[in-house]
Structure formats: structure tokens, C-alpha cells
């Protein structure tokens, strides 16, 4: 039996988050964590993601996955 999310794809947008955001200095905020994101060459699914992020700071990789689930 396997374990795939029927949804199709939200576990690789995390993946693909945590990849983009690797190296990060927590606390960062929103600006820095798009710029980082497109440094590391985010897919679009991302970028548009955490292009809704709301404009504070974030303390730590769990904070921006929690922000990125609550918006899709």
C-alpha cells in the first residue's frame, strides 16, 4: 500500500519550498524569503505561493510551511 496524497502535488510544492529556502537565516521576513526563493530558482507553484505571504516575519522553514498551507 502506498502513501500518495490524492491532491496530486501539494507535498512536492514543500519539498521544493524547503529546497528553495535551504541556507536561510531565521527570523526572515517575506522580502527576504522571495528573494532567497528566486536566488535558489523556484518553481513557479512556489514563487506564486510565497508571493502570498503575509508581510511579517518568520521564525522559522515550519512557520513559511504553515503560512504556504493556510493560502492553498
Do not use: C, W
Not at 10 to 26: C, P
Not at 28 to 50: C, F, P, W, Y
Request: avoid cysteine.
Amino acid at each position: 500500500m502506498t502513501t500518495q496524497n490524492a491532491g496530486g502535488g501539494s507535498n512536492s510544492v514543500f519539498i521544493e519550498l524547503q529546497k528553495a529556502l535551504k541556507g536561510i537565516d531565521y527570523p526572515a521576513n517575506r522580502q527576504t524569503i522571495i528573494e532567497t526563493a528566486r536566488k535558489h530558482n523556484a518553481g513557479d507553484a512556489v514563487m506564486s505561493a510565497l508571493e502570498k505571504l503575509p508581510d511579517q516575519d518568520f521564525q522559522t522553514p515550519a512557520e513559511v510551511s504553515k503560512a504556504v498551507g493556510a493560502e492553498g
